[in-house]
């Protein structure tokens, strides 16, 4: 593959975006970008105030944002930074994820957040998932795909990663009602760009999505080497 090339991963929460992005990345010999940990770090950020979420402004959390959140240039990617520290286990805490939803929907945040994406890929071949990755921060994003999955088996596979174990029923049950409202949520920011693929990974192991969409990555790469060779 000769150029920059980005590569843009959409969908709902828990669909697989991250982990598989990553992989992705890995794969090529791209850089991986989590749009999703940067809207984590702003919103880790706005907890240390003490305010109550409530009483969040979009003024308060993207100056705090701004102040203290960086990404850190690492092997394989980007590592969110709050105050020059490295916070990828801080921000992945339960308290984040209960208020990432309310960060990620202010319009202000959203636009530090696309920004710093931006930057991070203006040097390098990237990989990134997000929410509006392919319709808001790369619309010419030479490879889109939108993940989708039932929402009993995204809730299935965010537990056994949380818990390292198998869950219950009843377990999946609750966090799948929870997935369902923070869809309801999200829906503004999930939309999939009318030229992305929609690839359902509901029966696919995470091994053959990644397959799918390197080869994708590879196809179109190739067919826009060959066209700038003509």
Request: aromatic residues 6%.
């Given at each position: 593959?000769?150029?920059?090339?980005?590569?843009?991963?959409?969908?709902?929460?828990?669909?697989?975006?991250?982990?598989?992005?990553?992989?992705?990345?890995?794969?090529l010999g791209f850089r991986h970008v989590d749009s999703g940990a940067l809207y984590r770090a702003a919103t880790a950020v706005a907890l240390k105030s003490g305010k109550d979420p409530s009483q969040w402004t979009e003024e308060m959390v993207v100056d705090g944002a701004r102040r203290e959140v960086t990404l850190a240039p690492t092997d394989r990617g980007f590592a969110p930074c709050i105050r020059g520290e490295e916070a990828d286990a801080e921000i992945r805490g339960s308290d984040v994820t209960r208020n990432v939803s309310l960060v990620a929907r202010m319009p202000k945040v959203r636009a530090w957040v696309n920004e710093r994406v931006r930057d991070a890929?203006?040097?390098?071949?990237?990989?990134?998932?997000?929410?509006?990755?392919?319709?808001?921060?790369?619309?010419?994003?030479?490879?889109?795909?939108?993940?989708?999955?039932?929402?009993?088996?995204?809730?299935?596979?965010?537990?056994?990663q949380r818990f390292q174990r198998a869950p219950t029923d009843e377990e999946i049950a609750e966090e799948t009602d929870q997935l369902v409202h923070r869809d309801a949520r999200d829906a503004q920011q999930s939309g999939q760009a009318p030229d992305a693929i929609l690839l359902d990974t509901t029966y696919l192991t995470q091994e053959e999505q990644v397959d799918r969409i390197v080869a994708l990555a590879k196809a179109v790469t190739q067919r826009g080497d060959d066209t700038s060779n003509d």
């Open positions: 593959m000769s150029g920059r090339v980005v590569i843009a991963i959409d969908g709902p929460a828990a669909s697989g975006k991250s982990s598989t992005a990553q992989w992705v990345a890995e794969r890929s203006r040097k390098h071949s990237v990989v990134v998932d997000g929410r509006d990755i392919g319709t808001a921060v790369f619309p010419d994003a030479e490879v889109k795909i939108f993940l989708v999955a039932d929402p009993w088996e995204r809730a299935r596979r965010r537990l056994i």
